[in-house]
């Protein structure tokens, strides 16, 4: 696949700007239940993964501009290019979050302030992202779905992240899992339910280019909001249940990006 340069890229960043919106939440439903020094723990692992995540996303961008001083020639017409927005608000929340785990290394404390700034700029990202492809004359990518696409795999990518990275403390310390277990389930399936119902809505002519693995990608989406509604409220001590319905949806997410960079290949 020539295009893996940008699989990789979209899939990193968009992970460590979901990680970093999902460990803004959990810090706020945790900071009651944890021990300050198991949630700083926790903290800094989570930002470490996010920093190296965004830079090594950014690093596989450099495969697909061929030469990473053509970046610095790429930011240069921000008024036109959604490309260069793209790279100005990469190397933003790339800066603001390596802020925050210095700050976080620093302290011993995390700053809610500087993960939120980082998650704004973040957020625009997606946004540059998205309009780079919707924004082209290439019909499976010109339309709304590309931006809807691209949120709901952030949000899930996210949650997969924070999620294996918290999932010690929720099995150690008692009352941490009811605290998070609904709003991660919610976040999930709102971000699975709003991409599924406007790809069907709308139509993707990207289905059609591989209808097998097209439904192999919603099947395992599906199947793990399922397995966590089940580990959830039915049957919260099986929590193996978690690696495999975070697996599931991650799996399920590699498959859409390959089926979204497939008419490249």
């Known amino acids: 696949m020539h295009s893996w340069p940008l699989y990789l890229f979209t899939l990193a960043i968009q992970s460590a700007v979901g990680g970093c919106i999902m460990l803004m939440l959990y810090n706020i439903l945790l900071k009651k239940v944890l021990a300050k020094d198991t949630l700083q723990k926790a903290n800094l692992k989570s930002l470490t993964a996010l920093t190296v995540l965004s830079v090594l996303g950014l690093g596989f961008s450099f495969f697909d501009i061929g030469y990473p001083l053509n970046a610095v020639n790429a930011i240069t017409n921000l008024g036109a290019s959604w490309l260069s927005r793209e790279i100005l608000f990469t190397v933003l929340f790339i800066a603001l979050v390596s ?3 210095a700050a976080n290394w620093k302290t011993q404390h995390l700053s809610q302030a500087l993960l ?3 998650g704004i700029a973040g957020l625009a990202v997606i946004f540059a992202m998205g309009s780079l492809y919707s924004h082209t004359i290439f ?3 010109n339309s709304f779905n590309t931006l809807i696409g691209f949120y709901g795999s952030t949000i899930i ?3 997969v992240l924070i999620n294996l990275i918290f999932f010690p403390v929720f099995k150690n310390t008692r009352g941490s899992f009811e605290a998070i277990k609904l709003p991660t389930l919610l976040a999930v399936l709102a971000a699975f339910i709003i991409q599924f119902a406007f790809i069907a809505a709308l139509g993707s002519s990207l289905a059609i280019l591989n ?8 099947f395992c ?7 966590l509604v089940y580990l959830y409220f039915k049957d919260p001590k099986k929590s193996e249940l978690l690696y495999i319905s975070f697996g599931l949806l991650l ?3 590699l498959i859409g990006r390959y089926l979204f960079y497939l008419p490249l290949s």
């Not at 209808?211 to 919603?218: C, F, K, Q």
């Not at 989406?221 to 397995?227: E, G």
């Open 139 to 141: 019909e499976p990518w």
């Open 99 to 101: 802020v925050a785990l």
């Open 221 to 227: 989406s599906a199947l793990a909001a399922l397995l």
């Open 116 to 118: 939120a700034a980082a």
């Open 251 to 253: 799996v399920g997410e």
């Open 211 to 218: 209808p097998a693995m097209s439904l192999v990608r919603w």
């Open 157 to 159: 990518l996210g949650a």
